[in-house]
């Protein structure tokens, strides 16, 4: 297992350089200026703005600006963000628990709504349960989240005054208080996302199930008397959760770039509203730094998936 890992992780090095390169490249080969307003204020005299491109190495060739973030990266700089002022890291781990926060609550509500809903779907196929799940899984995931997160906010928030329709980080209560205001404000985000991923997920548990359910070893299972509710358990779930499983890896980073509509839509100050502002107004080292982290992000679930596949699968062999 620790070779598997290492050999993963010495290719994981050249794929995030190759990432790196071409995302800068793109970057700074985009038209746009972040020091463009300076030239045209006259309150702002030239060699001021020639001075902060001086600095930053605006002027450099590609290159060398590139060999300046990477060592800087290494040594844990990831740049000053033109905008705001301030490191890019500290920019990021500001955003950062607003994110985590609605994105990893409306994963685990899709799991916890996929799972059962698509394993019983699956166990008693063509039943008015079924057909129901197939129907609620159909509308959730063809409804686009904007959608759905503007009826939420008529319904919760215009019409009915139960729910608050922007997400505030700068809550005034303490205490309990401050943790049911956060639930409540959370609620709305978490049941787009979640509702959402877990419409899509539904019908692929249900199509993982009932392929695994036909085979001959589940009827021999059947055969020798073990209890349906263990069949199901132990036999189907554990090995139709192995593509399920890549499913999920490798849609999490497609949920951080989904969730930019959704923190939109609700004001959560999270990286995905970050992101958009950075790139209204090209501030570069921000939309590199996030960019990159999302490419990170692929590369890491990609290895958990890897990884629990030995654990669903004992015939799996890390070697």
């Known amino acids: 297992m620790s070779r598997y890992l290492l050999r993963r992780l010495l290719i994981v090095v050249p794929s995030l350089l190759g990432i790196s390169v071409v995302l800068f490249t793109v970057l700074a080969l985009a038209p ?3 020091f463009g307003e300076l030239a045209t204020n006259p309150n702002v005299p030239p ?4 001075a902060l491109r001086a600095k930053f190495g605006l002027d450099d060739p590609v290159w060398l600006r590139y060999l300046h973030w990477l060592v800087a ?4 700089d990831w740049g000053f963000s033109f905008i705001s002022r301030v490191n890019v890291d500290t920019l990021i781990l500001q955003r950062l628990p607003a994110t985590l926060l609605v994105i990893g609550s409306s994963q685990i509500l899709a799991l916890l709504v996929a799972l059962p809903v698509g394993v019983l779907a699956a166990t008693r196929p063509y039943s008015v349960f079924d057909q129901v799940a197939n129907t609620f899984a159909f509308i959730g995931f063809s409804l686009p989240t904007f ?11 215009i019409y009915l005054d139960w729910l608050p329709f922007v997400f505030r980080a700068d809550l005034a209560a303490t205490g309990w208080r401050w943790y049911w205001e956060m639930f409540r404000q959370s609620i709305m985000p978490v049941a787009v996302l979640g509702l959402f991923q877990g419409a899509s997920w539904t019908r692929y548990v249900r199509s993982a199930v009932l392929d695994v359910i036909r085979l001959d070893y589940v009827t021999t299972a059947r055969a020798k008397g073990i209890a349906e509710r263990a069949v199901i358990t132990r ?8 593509p399920v499983v890549t499913l999920v ?18 004001r959560v100050p999270g990286i995905g509203s970050l992101l958009i502002t950075s790139i209204l107004a090209n ?13 990170c992000l692929v590369i890491l679930f990609n290895l ?3 990884i629990l596949y030995g654990w669903l699968d004992p015939r799996i062999s890390y070697r």
Not at 250 to 259: E, I, K, W, Y
Request: net charge negative; proline share 5%; aromatic share 10%.
């Open 32 to 34: 746009g200026d972040p």
């Open 47 to 50: 060699e001021v703005g020639a």
């Open 73 to 76: 990266m290494l040594q844990g």
């Open 147 to 157: 959608f759905t997160g503007i009826l939420f906010i008529l319904v919760f928030s």
């Open 235 to 242: 036999h189907v779930v554990r090995n139709a959760l192995i």
């Open 249 to 266: 890896a490798l849609s999490m980073p497609a949920v951080f770039g989904g969730a930019i509509i959704t923190e939109q839509i609700f």
């Open 283 to 295: 501030d570069t080292p921000v939309i590199m730094a996030v960019t990159f982290v999302f490419a």
């Open 304 to 306: 958990v998936a890897d």
